[in-house]
């Protein structure tokens, strides 16, 4: 690849130090964020005093988990509705809000609202630099973003650690895909920044247009995606085309920016997931089994539970995200930084998940089988009730262009995918070839799956 394996320290003082300098820099700046929300936030104090914590007695971060109370989407959302708009976690007179952000509401149970203040709003910027440096881009370089900027942290505080850095930002979001490759070639990006489910489709429309990245993209230090989950072997496929090396980067509007990334191996090293590295000096993160509320262990999925650190507005203590990731201790990855991590390529939400024939079924799983063939473009699922009262799963799926297989070898590739999804998720599902303009394009975050059920049970005369 183009970008060679270097390692490039934003903060050495930081990336060098021992985990236990790490973890006391972590729990002084937890206290200070007890202290700060149980004084000023309203929100916040009364959960701490019905829970009966006072914050100078909490020693420990174990005590941290077992005393302070989680905090739920729900629990955001009646605040704002109490007090509205920003419900009184804002914690500061509105006259400081420098920015507003709106989670895009991909759960399906309401937006959050979150004012920021002109320091939030720094450091969020800040955050992204340390990303930006560990790729190699350097001051002048440019960034090519496909994040929409409009009221979501990530492409707000995309931009924002742009402009801290000094890259030069070609904002496309909201340009059609062809325009974006012919910018890309009149200005040579060092970077992309989009979604996964997009940079999946831009790769195809390049190699379609006849694109050679390596002659047509000649700067390219790095590309970072974020927002779905995806198979190595697609990591490794769009490697080798883009001759550059694929990054991901973890950000949340409740976080105000990114706060876990790749370091210089990117998202696959050694044919294995690439490691995510968590600012820890800047966010407290846990993961813990949903179920029991409990730490999970090395290797172990967990439910990720956010807490910001010297954050003025709408700070979060111990936040339940819903996110799904896999979690490993800092010394998982050889760069050597000591901060912990999270699996590259496997975030995903537990709300996605879909009760079909009594079986629980994560999209993730359907990706995992799909995506793990060159062959396939993309996809659309649809889960129903038929006419007889049962519920039936349906995947539409396009192959890429151009199509290289026989009708007759297309027709045994679905074949053989059928037991293979019933053997990942426990689900029979059928399987029908279909254009690729039948299907949708997504430019933010993929919602592959429709659940016409309801709709289903409606219409039914028992």
């Known amino acids: 690849m183009r970008n060679r394996l270097k390692h490039r320290y934003f903060n050495p003082r930081l990336e060098q130090a021992s985990r236990e300098e790490i973890v006391a820099i972590q729990f002084k700046k937890l206290k200070y964020q007890l202290e700060y929300v149980y004084q000023k936030n309203r929100f916040f104090q009364r959960r701490l005093k019905a829970a009966g914590v006072e914050p100078g007695k909490i020693r420990s971060f174990e005590e941290f988990a077992d005393r302070v109370p ?10 704002q509705e109490a007090h509205p708009p920003f419900g009184e976690r804002l914690g500061v007179p509105k006259e400081k809000i420098g920015q507003l952000h709106i989670t895009s509401g991909t759960s399906g149970v309401g937006q959050e609202v979150y004012g920021v203040t002109r320091k939030d709003i720094e450091a969020g910027g800040l955050t992204w630099m340390n990303h ?3 790729i190699g881009l350097k001051k002048g370089d440019v960034a090519l973003s496909a994040q929409p900027v409009t009221n979501l942290a990530a492409g707000l505080s995309a931009y924002q650690g742009m402009i801290k850095m000094g890259l030069v930002p070609l904002q496309t979001f909201g340009v059609d895909s062809e325009t ?39 700067n390219l230090k790095g590309i970072v995606i974020a927002g779905e989950i995806y198979p190595i072997p697609w990591a490794v496929e769009l490697e080798e085309f883009w001759d550059t090396r694929i990054h991901e980067f973890y950000g949340s509007t409740q976080g105000g920016t990114v706060f876990a ?6 998202v696959v090293r050694n044919g294995a997931r690439g490691a ?30 956010l807490t910001t650190f010297s954050r003025e507005a709408s700070p979060l203590v111990r936040f339940r995200t819903r996110d799904k990731v896999r979690y490993f201790p800092y010394s998982h990855c050889p760069c050597g930084r000591p901060y912990d991590i999270w699996e590259a390529g496997n975030v995903s939400r537990y709300d996605d998940m879909m009760k079909i024939k009594g079986t629980n079924v994560w999209p993730a799983m359907v990706d995992g089988v799909l995506f793990s063939y060159p062959e396939v473009d993309d996809y659309a699922g649809r889960v129903w009730i038929d006419e007889q009262g049962r519920e039936r799963v349906l995947i539409r799926l396009a192959f890429k262009s151009p199509i290289t297989l026989s009708a007759d070898e297309r027709q045994k590739f679905l074949e053989k995918l059928s037991p293979e999804l019933a053997k990942q998720t426990g689900v ?18 993929a919602r592959r799956w429709s659940d016409e059920r309801k709709k289903g049970l409606e219409k039914k005369v028992w």
Not at 181 to 190: A, G, V
Not at 205 to 215: C, D, I, S, T
Not at 280 to 303: A, F, M, N, R, S
């Open 70 to 79: 989680l905090v739920s989407k729900q629990d955001l959302l009646k605040d």
């Open 132 to 134: 930006w440096y560990w």
């Open 180 to 218: 974006k490759l012919r910018l890309m070639k009149r200005f040579p990006p060092h970077l992309l920044n989009l979604t996964t489910a997009y940079f999946f489709r831009l790769t195809i429309l390049a190699k379609q247009m006849g694109f050679e990245p390596r002659k047509d993209f000649p």
């Open 261 to 266: 990334f790749t370091c210089e191996y990117g």
């Open 276 to 305: 995510m590295h968590l600012l820890d000096p800047y966010y407290y993160t846990e993961v813990i089994d949903p179920e029991t509320l409990k730490p999970v262990g090395p290797g172990e999925e967990g439910e990720a539970v």
């Open 428 to 445: 029979s599902m059928e399987l029908r070839e279909v254009n690729r303009d039948e299907l949708p394009v997504y430019e933010f975050k």
